[in-house]
């Protein structure tokens, strides 16, 4: 199993820039791929950027240009900087992992409050 913790949510102006962490741990040699979603109040859960094993990465056209995903192998982490935020980007933010075992899962973390002010 794969366990997922997320960290660096907060409160930021309009324009400011946050950093998110999600730290893996558990059977982490199993992960193909890792995301970031985000659930604003009201609206369905968003799939906002991927990073795959191999390094390549996806983005939401919302996000494209302001947000960067990246990993360090050696920390078992994965990061999302968001740079540009605007007030649309509030949300719970959470990081979740495709692993490939003897079957097909998913992992997910508890997510983290990302509230962008005008």
């Known amino acids: 199993q794969v366990q997922l913790v997320e960290s660096g949510g907060g409160l930021v102006q309009a324009g400011g820039s946050l950093r998110l962490s999600c730290a893996a741990s558990?059977?982490?040699?199993?992960?193909?791929?890792t995301s970031w979603s985000r659930q604003a109040p009201g609206k369905q859960r968003e799939l906002v950027a991927t990073?795959?094993?191999?390094?390549?990465?996806n983005y939401a056209d919302s996000v494209k240009g302001r947000f960067t995903i990246s990993r360090d192998n050696a920390k078992n982490t994965v990061y999302l900087q968001m740079s540009s935020l605007k007030p649309d980007d509030t949300a719970v933010y959470y990081c979740?992992?495709?692993?490939?075992?003897?079957?097909?899962?998913?992992?997910w973390g508890q997510g983290t409050q990302v509230t962008v002010s005008s």
């Open positions: 979740n992992t495709l692993n490939l075992g003897s079957t097909t899962s998913r992992s």
């Open positions: 558990g059977s982490t040699s199993s992960i193909i791929a």
């Open positions: 990073i795959s094993s191999s390094g390549s990465t």
